[in-house]
């Protein structure tokens, strides 16, 4: 606890003087890299890098029943896994509070997005295509939420789908790529007193009052938005910051 609130001021004394511990702007990325087919047996996979932030997906299709609502549409689940190699605050055990949010707000923008054609997953009566996406945390530098939908975007974009024959999934045939209709990125915002920062580290999240995180599956709508802590923010703040998030869409969907 000692260190982390001389983390905290140490965060609080630099965004004073208007400048960051790595010499950034406050509305300013660090170096983002996006690898993608970097696990042989996934349908698709990828790894996002932001900074020293490092989030790998893997995209996992099968079989599944669809929802008694749609019928007629395919599934996606997201998951997401905080290893304690990521950080010295995660533990092995069940899904956390921070976990379960991850993996959330990258469902809710993926699935709303209408990124995925879930009526193309439909196969016959009863029984559709199931797409898993799932996120694993391997180096917690600051800024998971926009790390992770590089990820599982890149993972989607190179996915490809075991052909289907006789009421079974093919995995070692996979002859076609999973259709992608737009691609859903997130900007997230950290308050830290009174200032608005893109792309906070994990120092710097420890300064902060509360988040905000948009994501976008178009040059002009948003498909999902989260906000935890409790910082509040004006109309004025909102405004500016959807602004800035479809600015930095350009540089982020690029990573694509």
């Known amino acids: 606890m000692i260190i982390d609130e001389i983390k905290e001021a140490v965060s609080k ?16 990325y660090r170096d983002i890299t996006v690898t993608k087919n970097i696990i042989p047996n996934a349908e698709g996979s990828a790894l996002a890098q932001i900074g020293d932030t490092k989030v790998y997906a893997g995209v996992k299709i099968d079989l599944a029943t669809p929802y008694a609502d749609k ?56 029984k559709v295509l199931s797409v898993y996406v799932d996120l694993a945390v391997v ?33 070692d045939e996979r002859p076609n790529k999973l259709e992608i209709l737009n691609d859903v990125v997130c900007t997230s915002f950290e308050k830290i007193s009174g200032k608005l920062l893109i792309d906070a580290t994990d120092d710097e999240e420890l300064a902060s009052s509360g988040r905000v995180s948009f994501a976008s599956c178009d040059d002009s709508h ?35």
């Open 139 to 171: 180096d917690h530098s600051g800024d998971l939420i926009d790390c992770s939908y590089l990820a599982a975007m890149a993972a989607l974009k190179s996915t490809m789908v075991p052909k289907y024959e006789d009421g079974k999934l093919l995995h």
């Open 222 to 256: 948003f498909c999902a938005g989260q906000k935890s802590g409790s910082a509040g923010f004006t109309v004025k703040e909102m405004d500016s910051m959807m602004d800035l998030a479809l600015e930095q869409r350009k540089l982020l969907v690029s990573k694509l």
């Open 13 to 28: 004394d630099f965004i004073s003087k208007n400048t960051r511990q790595d010499g950034r702007n406050f509305l300013q």
């Open 71 to 126: 019928p007629d549409e395919g599934i996606i689940v997201v998951n997401s896994e905080l290893s304690p190699i990521a950080h010295f605050k995660f533990e092995s055990g069940p899904p956390t509070e921070e976990s379960i949010e991850l993996a959330r707000v990258v469902d809710r923008g993926l699935r709303s997005s209408g990124a995925v054609d879930f009526k193309k997953l439909f196969l016959e009566e009863e």
